[in-house]
């Protein structure tokens, strides 16, 4: 490469980020973190939801919530700048999300889960990703109520991504297979 | 969905991770963190790395390295199933590059990157992807050396994604531009 490379200032990515217009699914993208324990890993949903350009972020159960100092750290402020709702009862999404005319797609490893790379749904499909609990993932009687499952392809020999990890593949995605 | 939705379990997604073959491209691809700070993020990214197949990871500079209890904690076990060499001149480790024929893309957000979901190269492409600190990226003397450069398109208002979840998003992408 030349030795002129520059790498842009943090107002200069804001400025293309600006510039960018997302895929028209990623404002129709929710994403929906159930009993997920980690801080930490609510903090980077967030940074990954506002980088994606999602519509907005579920939370519910014993998932912590903002504003919290933990979640602002690793969000880096995006927890402010990505709309999100909390309820203690998941039911409550749930009946919103229908109403709204939603699909919900569990992300699960299920032995009725799709491969994330084979599902490209239209462009104007409104769509919930939800994420269970880190070590035990979605509750049985959530995954029930789940219009579709979909799993990350794995080759190795352990047996799953983090969770931060997860969200950040499937909403690339979502966003990749819809790009022109 | 149906009632019946079963999870699998850890040994049958270690059984289906075993029936599948990764896309050729995996095999050739070397994962290289260089100044990378975090024993999490080195840990997570063996867990990605073994996840997709990749051939290997290489680490400089400060980058800590197996074994190391923090690392394998993040890594469940991966740094001990994915190969790996840790050279403190990153020099060390461009030379023997060099010599394989591999590719070196820096993952940067520069004025000379290219948008990663526009880069998809042959299924026989040797590529190294080169990750800097989590903080400060690249430095400017081993971006120069890169054969290209690619950045993951964002249109938030924040400015980066954690280094993990770009490790994830960058790998998963030559995954599934390789898939049938």
């Not at 609990?133 to 049985?140: A, D, F, K, L, S």
């Not at 931060?164 to 790009?179: D, M, N, Q």
């Amino acid at each position: 490469m030349s030795d002129k490379i520059r790498k842009k200032t943090t107002r200069e990515i804001y400025l293309a980020n600006s510039e960018r217009t997302p895929p028209q699914i990623m404002s129709n993208l929710i994403l929906w973190l159930h009993n997920v324990r980690s801080m930490h890993n609510v903090g980077s949903a967030f940074r990954t939801a506002d980088a994606f350009g999602v519509r907005s972020v579920l939370l519910s159960g014993y998932t912590p919530h903002p504003p919290r100092p933990e979640i602002a750290k690793t969000a880096l402020g995006a927890d402010e700048s990505v709309p999100w709702s909390h309820a203690y009862d998941p039911g409550e999404h749930l009946a919103r999300l229908r109403d709204d005319g939603y699909l919900i797609a569990g992300m699960e490893q299920t032995h009725h889960s799709r491969l994330l790379p084979d599902y490209r749904p239209g462009s104007d499909t409104s769509l919930c990703l939800l994420f269970g609990n880190e070590v035990t993932g979605i509750e049985p009687q959530w995954l029930d109520r789940c219009d579709l499952l979909l799993e990350i392809p794995q080759y190795g020999k352990k047996h799953s991504f983090n969770i931060s990890v997860s969200i950040g593949i499937t909403l690339y995605h979502f966003l990749a297979c819809r790009l022109p």
